[in-house]
């Protein structure tokens, strides 16, 4: 049971730290394109862009959250542990 408990652990910790290195690569990647605060930056032009021109209702700030990750996506099964 602990050994299992630990390769959980182990799993998620290694899947935390993949997706830890995308959004850093990912920040860097948008503030090398003219974005100053990085994902920060692209969510607040996203959000007044949904604001002033909306096809749908706006979405409030306190409304948003990120996509979840679908159970059954790729790379979680392609990681080494």
Same mark, same amino acid.
């Given at each position: 049971?602990?050994?299992? =408990?630990? $390769?959980? &652990?182990?799993?998620? +910790?290694? @899947?935390?730290?993949?997706?830890?290195?995308?959004?850093?690569? #990912?920040?860097? =990647?948008? $503030?090398? &394109?003219?974005?100053? +605060?990085? @994902?920060?930056?692209?969510?607040?032009?996203?959000?007044?862009? #949904?604001?002033?021109?909306?096809?749908?209702?706006?979405?409030? +700030?306190?409304?948003?959250?990120?996509?979840?990750?679908?159970?059954?996506?790729?790379?979680?099964?392609?990681?080494?542990?």
């Amino acid at each position: 049971m602990s050994e299992d =408990l630990g $390769r959980k &652990v182990a799993r998620l +910790e290694s @899947i935390n730290d993949y997706l830890e290195s995308e959004l850093v690569s #990912l920040d860097r =990647l948008l $503030r090398s &394109v003219g974005f100053e +605060e990085g @994902i920060s930056s692209v969510r607040l032009a996203s959000m007044e862009t #949904l604001y002033f021109f909306p096809s749908s209702p706006p979405l409030e +700030e306190e409304d948003f959250s990120f996509p979840q990750i679908p159970q059954d996506y790729d790379f979680l099964d392609d990681l080494e542990l």
